[in-house]
């Protein structure tokens, strides 16, 4: 728990429980993740997907 108190405090997000990362090739793929700016929030859910090279 150390460690991920100070990722968190580094201003960094943790992101956890990804689906389908198996269907992304192991290099050449960007991962955006996207969520809202949510003040005082402890969680939430994030929108992330792939863009893959053919």
């Known amino acids: 728990m150390v460690a991920e108190y100070y990722i968190l405090s580094t201003g960094r997000f943790q992101i956890e429980l990804l689906r389908n990362l ?4 192991a290099t050449g793929a960007v991962i955006f ?19 893959c090279p053919r």
């Not at 198996?22 to 090739?25: G, M, N, R, T, V």
């Not at 993740?33 to 863009?51: E, H, I």
Request: aromatic share 14%; with cysteine.
């Open 22 to 25: 198996d269907q992304c090739p």
């Open 33 to 51: 993740c996207t969520f809202p700016k949510v003040k005082d929030a402890t969680g939430f859910t994030a929108r992330c997907f792939a863009l």
